[in-house]
């Protein structure tokens, strides 16, 4: 019963006539469960109890009438919704009856079929309103949709009511037509009904995919699923989803149902306007295309959409949550359609679910983007900083580093760095740098303690300034000091922004050594210079006179500023000045480290000067002329004395051959005196008498000498002797004169005395004379004492004459009294001279000779300047060399390694070459490797074969090896040896190496090299290193020319260098060449145009050259390129 | 002997081209080799299946300098490169230029004919679509005037009624047409009648060509 009632719908009837309930009853009871009463208040009391799905009433009944019942039913909320049919047996209350809410009015009689539609129109109509509201309860997604979806459709059913109202009311005999409506009417609802159902599974749909989105990443199943959800839906025969691209502004299909491949490729990718997704793509908006043969946005694509076979199309775009458009749904009919309202609706739904969905699915494929990213940056710095680390530990520099702000504390050393500051490397970091001053031993070049702010990284850090070879001192805990050059500079972030500093330094203290000992001799030699005995001169070869002393002004008589504006070719007096040069040029071809000449000079007052000049040539370390320093004595004076004394000895000889002496005789008899014309010229008394008495010349002699005189010429009389006696005489005027006479007695037959006949000379001149020379002697002496070189003299029989004071001192440091070794033979005193060859050379062929030598006894190097001397004998400037030999032995090795690094580093741009050379016999080794195996293990083994192959192999091997020897030998690092060789072998060499460098650049080589050069005296593995590296360069000046101008030539051609013959090589290309700036700077380190170079190649030429006697120069061509020009001297003879 | 191909090898090198021939013999291919890119580039251009092995450093012309020739005369042979030292700069060149393969001397012999094969198949392939086309271009030249008219109004889009009009004629003659037309070119439907038409570039002339610009 419970199941029944349940089953069958409730009808209420309430109608005070019982004779219309039981009819109405009888007509109901098949269909319904029918329940009856007879007034208005037992209707709403039953109504409230029962809930019946119906309420058939009477208009007019006892107690509460139909209206009543009607309006009170509305205002119970528990069964407002039963629909109510009023009966009435006239229109009168219809108006009434359907404002108040009635579902149906109708006029008795009526017919019982009449009666049973409506009730059941009005049942279903509750029914599917129950469920409308049971349905959106359940859509709460859409709640207005399915509101407005039911109003519609109530308005629907209102109208068709309506009209069956008027028809019924009007036209009761179509009442069989009326009853045919509304069978239609009710097929209409029950297809409604069904529409409702698949609306619902279409809401679950949804549901369900915004459930799967929130899970999956994959977005093109969940699409897949849309589109499949909406061509269901549409009943649509195909469909496709498209992305949109912004870049390319176009759509691409992602998923789709039904389309052949050449329809997807048409529609590959669509822009704007094509067909309806891009005319939907335009207007923003859906494009419902009917009947795609009408419409004009398919005219140009019918063969392709015929050939799909759809007429029919909508598009609708997938708007993401901005507005932007995401993609597009279209789905596609085989007949012309247009989907319903509702469809388009669903339709709406779905573009936006998909739409969610790919915005969800960007965001997080952004979100994994940027994850990757941060993985990405967070690999980079893992690299970088294994490199950094790599560098720290192995760079064989000082490195520092700082972090950032506010401190920029100090970070990182290099191993290196540590190593050098001498201290527990962890002690050093995490110190604010500016304070790390103490920390590092840091000390300001002059010793003193720095400020903060005077710290380069601090400088670097704070102020973001780049500091470049700055000089510091690093005070280890050992109290050893290191000279260091910092290099710093600030790390800036991409913004700029200072977030540290680095620091790279290099030990200079050996430098620093080397230039203290250089400023310590410096210092002597200056001193010495200032002295001012003897006058002085420094003179480059280059810029002339650089320094004089004021001797030498004083002896040219120039100031000092004019003398250094003057040549000595100025000075010269020229007879002398083709000797001076003749010498210079052996000095600067290094054959002579100085020499000695007699020289005259031109005074500022146009006298002539004589001196004697010694110069000497200071070279630098690698042989060439830096300076040379001339000595000059000015021996004007002397010369001066000498003449003169020749002169009054000529006078004398004359005076003796034709009477000119003054000549006098004495009477003895009467004691007079006879005297000449010049004897009185001589006494001053030209003027006097003629007649003179001894008295008066005793008178005239100097008063010191007067008695003696007196005394040996009465001795002379007495004894009847020869007289002879030097005296002064004090003439009239006063001046004293040296006057030697000499007489002889005259005797008559008897043996008595007559006369003594004397002649008097007058020796002033002479005494005075030999005073100049003893003076200048003295001078000389003094001069030699006071230079610091030890200075000694040999007679030509090779005995000392002679020492210094210094000389003498390192005769006593030996052993000897230096008073003894006066008169003694050198070579006897001192067996164990090292170069007594030498001396005995300059005695015997009168040639000066200058000779290095250790001479153990004294533990020093010494050079030995040895000249001639005017007397047949040698004299000999000795000096200690022992420091520069070190430094020079020391600057030799670090050449020498430097070499070997520009030689590999050389070899390493040719290295891509090499290995090609290599590697071509090694991949023929491998490949008849290969047939060897092969054919040792075919069936048929030909051994002929085999051995063939095998030969191959060996010959590619031996070739391999070849080539390997070749590189080696220009890579070994040896000491240098000199040999004698034929530089067109070295080109030859060369050029073998650069052989196929030179083929793949197209490069044409041509040499023009005579047979007939001389040879030269060199390094082979350093002179292939200077033309490997002008070859090279050559050409890496021609990589981006013509073809037609690569071109290298080298020619080589007999030349003379500083007067001496030598061999000149020019390497000359046809490349850009370079600026007069570049020239100068060339020649410099670190000066380089190449990517790869390090900028020493051309530095080390010039100093490997330098050190073989020879020039390197550059110079650019007049139509294009450069030629490098290698001069090196011939060699001169088998013995050097 | 491998199926109908031929090898050809172009080094400098003498003693590695000997090797690398008695090789590719010893596996069973016919090999030609030249010591320079000029003495190869002057032969006639074998008729099978072929592939260029060459060395990139050379003399004179180099192998990406070869490699630019052959795209000027049009003769698409497979290119291996091999060489003594390869940087990676050169090596991108040539693979972008299309090279098969880049190998390092020396290298495995494995390496060397899996990359000869390669470059043999793909030069079948290619050879297989010039017949190809050869015969849509034949079918083409089969085609009368009238046909070729019509062909180049089908594909581009116009209905037989649209041709009719356009031609003078009436709808069934351009149905008649088009059935030769199709069966000629030996298209099996419209769109691949289109396919070949984009092949031939034999589009109506002034009718826009069908292709979506991209």
Known sequence: MAMDSAARPRVLIADENASTRLHVQQI???????????????????AREHSPDLVLADTIMPRLDGIGLLRALRNDPGIRDIPVILLSDNEGSRLNALNAGAADYLIKPFSPSDLLVRIDARLEIARLHRKLL?????????????ETEFARKSNRLRRARNSLQRELSSRTEELSQLNHELIADRQTLLSLKDELAGELKAMNRLHELSNQLLDHIEIQPLLKEVLEASMALLNADFGNMQLYDPKSHALKIVVQRGFEQDFLDYFDNVQEGTASCGAALERRERVIVEDVLTDPVFAQHLPIINAAGYRAVQSTPLIGRGGEILGMISTHFRQPHRPSERELRFVDLYARQAADMIERKREKAALLAAKEEADRRAREAEEAQSILQAIMEYAPEGITLTGGPPDFP??????HAAQMIGRDADTLLNIPSGSHASAYGLLLPD??????????????SRHGEVIKNEEWIIERPDGSRIHELSNCAPIRDSQGRVIGAINCWHEITELKRAEEALRASEERFRRYFELGLIGMAMTSPTKGIFEVNDELCRILGYERDELLQKTWAEITYPDDLAADVAEFNRVMAGEIDGYSLDKRWIRKDGAIIDSIMSAQGMRRADGSVEYFVGLFLDTTERRRAEEKLRRSEANLAEGQRISHTGSWAWTASSGEIFSSQELLRIFGLEAGPSTLTHEIFLALIHPEDRQRIKQAFDEATHNRTDYEADYRIVRPDGSIRHVH???????????????????????????????????ADEQIDMILESISDNFFGLSSDGRFTYFNKHAAKQMEILGKDPAHLIGKVAWEEFPDMPNKENVQRVLAERVPITDELYYAPLGEWVENHMYPSHDGGLVTF???????????????KAQAELAHVTRVTTMGELAASIAHEINQPLGAIVNNGNVAIRIATAENASYDKLGEVLSDIIADAERASAIIAQIRAVMKKSAPEKTSLQLKEVVAAVLALVQRVLAERRIKVRTELPEDLPRVSGDRVQLQQVLLNLVMNGIEAMSDVDAARRIL?????????????????????FGNGFSPEDNERLFDAFYTTKPEGIGMGLRISRSIVETHGGRLWAQANANAGATFFLALPAETSAAS | MKKESLVILVDDDPSFRRSTERLLRTAGYAIQSFASAPEFLRIPRPDVPACLVSDVRMPGLNGLDLQRELTRAGWQIPIIFITGHGDVPTSVRAMKAGAVDFLSKPFREKDLLDAIEKALERDRVAREERTRLAEVRRNYQSLTPREREVMGHVVSGLLNKQIAAKLHTVEKTIKFHRAHIMEKMQAESLAALVRMAGELGVFQSGASSPWPKV
């Open chain 1, 878 to 892: 000795q000096r200690y060399i022992t420091v520069r030999k070190r430094t020079e032995e020391e600057l030799r």
């Open chain 1, 741 to 775: 006479n000499l007489a002889h007695p005259v005797f008559d037959e008897s043996g008595a005395l007559i006369e003594y006949v004397g002649t008097a000379v007058d020796l002033t001149e002479r005494k005075q004379a030999a005073e100049l020379v003893r003076k």
């Open chain 1, 134 to 146: 049971d349905l959106e309860r359940k859509l709460r997604p859409t709640p207005e949709a399915a």
């Open chain 1, 447 to 460: 010793g003193t303690r720095p400020r903060p702010e005077q710290l380069p990284l601090y400088r670097a």
């Open chain 1, 1049 to 1069: 030539t080298i020619g080589g051609q007999r030349d003379h260098l500083a007067g001496q013959p030598s061999v000149l090589i020019a390497v000359r290309d």
């Open chain 1, 410 to 415: 100090i970070i990182a050393n290099s191993k």
């Open chain 1, 28 to 46: 109901l009871s098949g269909a319904y469960e029918v329940h009856a009463v007879g007034d208005g208040e037992t209707a709403l009391a039953a």
